[in-house]
């Protein structure tokens, strides 16, 4: 399952104004429940570059396979997605 062009604009507009990055997440998941996503500390994602980004927060498109996770830059490989925020310690 590929992300669409409406969840990709849905996780920019649900970060940009989501009070806080669980708040985010929560969000996601009541909209979209069938893609997963997950909050990581953006030093977590050190070395990697965000799909979107919104001032101190981030995007990462997942592809999950088995037990396997990658990053990728493309939305219609992505059947996940990982939020983080530079501004807190653990991506809340």
Request: aromatic share 4%; charged share 15%.
């Amino acid at each position: 399952m590929a992300l669409t062009a409406e969840q990709v604009q849905a996780a920019a507009e649900l970060i940009g104004s989501a009070s806080t990055l669980d708040a985010a997440a929560s969000r996601w998941r009541e909209r979209f429940p069938d893609v997963r996503t997950m909050q990581l500390g953006a030093a977590d994602m050190c070395g990697e570059t965000p799909a979107l980004r919104v001032g101190a927060r981030a995007v990462y498109f997942v592809r999950i396979a088995g037990m396997c996770l990658s990053i990728t830059a493309h939305a219609s490989e992505a059947n996940a997605l990982i939020l983080t925020d530079a501004g807190s310690g653990h991506g809340t």
